[in-house]
C-alpha cells in the first residue's frame, strides 16, 4: 500500500495523532498540581487541626497568616534562584502551590518532632531539601542551596512577623 492510500499518513490521522498528545500533555500538567495539592491539604490541614484542638480559632488564623507571609518571602527567594541558577521554576502558580504544600508538610513535621529540638530540626531540613528536590526536580545541590535560602527566608519572616505582633498585642 503506497503511503498515499495509508491512513496512517493521512491529514485526518496526524491532526488526531497531534491531539491526543496535546490531551496526554494537560492530563500530566493537571497531575503535576496534585502532589503539592495533597501536601498542602494534609500538611496544613493537621497544623490547623492541631492549633485548633489546643488553642482558639485565632491561632489557627495566625497560622495561616505567617505561612502566608513566609510563602511570599519564599516565592522571592525561589524566583531569585530562578533567576540566579536554576533557570526556572516553571508556572508562578505550580512554583507558589509547589511552596505552599512543602511549608504545610515541614511546620507539620516540626509540630511532631518539635520536641527532640536540634534532632528534630536536622530531620525537618533534610526532609525539607527531599522535597525540593522532589517536587522541583533538582539535583542534590541546587536543592540544598535553595532550602538554604528559602528555609532562611522563612525563618526570618516568622520573626518578623512575631515582632509585629508582640509590639502590637
Given at each position: 500500500?503506497?503511503?498515499?492510500?495509508?491512513?496512517?499518513?493521512?491529514?485526518?490521522?496526524?491532526?488526531?495523532?497531534?491531539?491526543?498528545?496535546?490531551?496526554?500533555?494537560?492530563?500530566?500538567?493537571?497531575?503535576?498540581?496534585?502532589?503539592?495539592?495533597?501536601?498542602?491539604?494534609?500538611?496544613?490541614?493537621?497544623?490547623?487541626?492541631?492549633?485548633?484542638?489546643?488553642?482558639?480559632?485565632?491561632?489557627?488564623?495566625?497560622?495561616?497568616?505567617?505561612?502566608?507571609?513566609?510563602?511570599?518571602?519564599?516565592?522571592?527567594?525561589?524566583?531569585?534562584?530562578?533567576?540566579?541558577?536554576?533557570?526556572?521554576?516553571?508556572?508562578?502558580?505550580?512554583?507558589?502551590l509547589r511552596l505552599a504544600g512543602i511549608y504545610a508538610m515541614t511546620d507539620m513535621i516540626?509540630?511532631?518532632?518539635?520536641?527532640?529540638?536540634?534532632?528534630?530540626?536536622?530531620?525537618?531540613?533534610?526532609?525539607?531539601?527531599?522535597?525540593?528536590?522532589?517536587?522541583?526536580?533538582?539535583?542534590?545541590?541546587?536543592?540544598?542551596?535553595?532550602?538554604?535560602?528559602?528555609f532562611v527566608l522563612k525563618i526570618v519572616a516568622g520573626f518578623a512577623i512575631a515582632i509585629?505582633?508582640?509590639?502590637?498585642?
Amino acid at each position: 500500500m503506497s503511503p498515499i492510500q495509508d491512513p496512517r499518513f493521512s491529514h485526518a490521522h496526524k491532526s488526531q495523532m497531534r491531539q491526543q498528545d496535546r490531551d496526554a500533555g494537560e492530563r500530566a500538567a493537571r497531575m503535576e498540581y496534585i502532589k503539592p495539592t495533597v501536601m498542602l491539604l494534609l500538611g496544613g490541614g493537621i497544623v490547623v487541626g492541631s492549633v485548633l484542638s489546643s488553642g482558639s480559632a485565632g491561632s489557627a488564623l495566625l497560622y495561616v497568616l505567617v505561612l502566608s507571609v513566609e510563602l511570599i518571602v519564599g516565592v522571592a527567594g525561589l524566583w531569585a534562584a530562578s533567576a540566579i541558577w536554576l533557570g526556572g521554576m516553571g508556572p508562578l502558580g505550580l512554583g507558589i502551590l509547589r511552596l505552599a504544600g512543602i511549608y504545610a508538610m515541614t511546620d507539620m513535621i516540626a509540630l511532631f518532632l518539635g520536641e527532640l529540638a536540634f534532632v528534630g530540626l536536622l530531620i525537618q531540613l533534610v526532609c525539607y531539601v527531599a522535597m525540593l528536590a522532589w517536587l522541583f526536580e533538582l539535583d542534590p545541590a541546587e536543592s540544598i542551596l535553595l532550602a538554604i535560602l528559602t528555609f532562611v527566608l522563612k525563618i526570618v519572616a516568622g520573626f518578623a512577623i512575631a515582632i509585629v505582633l508582640a509590639g502590637v498585642m
